[in-house]
Each structure stands twice: as C-alpha cells, then as structure tokens.
C-alpha cells in the first residue's frame, strides 16, 4: 500500500513570495489533515477535511494561508505571501475517517529567509 | 486553551534501561494516540488508547490510558538503540466530527550503547 505522498521536499523562498504543496492521502482516506512542525515541537493542525470538505481550520492563518481538497483525494496548502516565521516542516497526513490514527507524509521543508 | 502536556521533555537512557514518558491533557479526551518521529523524519503511529483503564502493549513497549481519560503513559521496557527517536502522545478533543487532535510536545529519547 503507498503511503501518503508530499512534494516539494524542501522549498526555500524570500518573505513576501507565495509557495504551495502539494498532498496525495492514501487511497480510501476519507480525512485528511495539514499539520505545521516548528523544530522541537509537536505538530499543530492546521486544518481538516472530511472528504473535499472542511471540517476544522480554526488555527490557519487565513489571511495568509488557504488550502483546498477539490474531489475529496489530493490538497493543496498554499501560503501567500511568506512570513519568516513561516519557516517549518509541513507535514500531510490521513486517516481512514475521523479519530482514527493517522499516517504522515515525509512533509515539506520551508525556509523563509 | 486546549493543552495536551508532556513530560519529560528529553531522557537520555544506557541501553537496557527503562523508559516513561508521560501525557496530561486539560480535558477529557475521546482517545489518545501515541506517535514515533525519528531523527529528520515523520510521525509514524503507534497505537490508539480509546476505553478509560486501558493497557495495550507491543512488544517493550506498554502503553496506558488513565481511567479519567486525561492522562496517558508509554513505558519502554530495555531500551535499544532502536528506541531513538522522539515520542508524541496526541489527545484527541472533542467527538464526532468537530474534535481535533492536539499533540503534546514530545519527550525525546536519546540511547546510550
């Protein structure tokens, strides 16, 4: 079974740009979640969606960050524009339905400089 | 806010020592889900604690769900160099599908041979 799928692996940009990700779940998850990782700490939820629709995105930064799961399979999370304390892994996992334990991707590496 | 606390926050063991860390969270919580990082790489799950009481255990590893479903424990019995890596419980608040899953910082482990 593939796991879930992240890309770019890493991204480097300049304050101000605009950047996006990517994420394929795993086939069959219906949830799928967009974590942010600052280094040395837990993840952080930045949103979830139950099929192509949003279930929680209370702690993304709207006026920046948006984020889409058109036909309930692949998500995009874009950020637009950068902030330095952007800089972090992004981190895109599933899960089968909600409450269930979830798998990761290999996340992406953001740099702001 | 919603806190899901976790101690300690780094251990360094000799290989064949014992192993603790420890989750307290503000809320009740419908499940505790435990989660391996590894150096440079991605949370990967563990297991899923879901009745008050409950001790499931994989190998080395025991973990427990504190019967008033706040508090959660992993114990790793003689710890390998393998063990590397940092553990997260994640709390999961809410129910149906309006709760979230809120990580706790981590508690590193680090493994002397």
């Known amino acids: 079974e593939a796991g879930v799928a992240q890309s770019p692996r890493y991204k480097i940009i300049e304050k101000r740009q605009s950047v996006a990700f990517w994420c394929n779940p795993i086939s069959g998850h219906a949830t799928l979640y967009w974590y942010q990782q600052i280094l040395g700490q837990g993840p952080k939820l930045l949103i979830q969606f139950q099929n192509n629709g949003v279930v929680d995105d209370s702690q993304l930064p709207k006026d920046r960050f948006s984020a889409e799961r058109l036909k309930g399979v692949d998500s995009t999370l874009k950020i637009q524009p950068a902030k330095l304390e952007d800089s972090a892994v992004y981190l895109c996992a599933s899960s089968l339905s909600w409450g269930m334990g979830q798998f990761f991707g290999p996340g992406t590496r953001l740099t702001v400089l | 806010g919603q806190q899901v606390m976790q101690i300690p926050q780094y251990q360094h063991v000799q290989e064949g020592e014992d192993f603790t860390t420890y989750c307290n969270s503000s809320t009740t919580l419908s499940n505790i889900q435990w989660y391996k990082q590894r150096p440079g790489g991605h949370p990967v799950f563990l297991i899923q604690?879901?009745?008050?009481?409950e001790v499931k255990k994989q190998k080395r590893l025991t973990f427990q769900f504190g019967e008033a479903k706040k508090n959660s424990s992993l114990h790793i019995t003689a710890t390998q160099t393998t063990d590397v890596g940092t553990y997260f419980c994640?709390?999961?608040?809410?129910?149906?599908?309006?709760?979230?899953?809120?990580f706790g910082q981590g508690t590193t482990l680090q493994v002397k041979p």
């Open positions: 604690l879901v009745k008050s009481g």
């Open positions: 994640a709390g999961l608040q809410g129910s149906g599908n309006t709760g979230k899953l809120i």
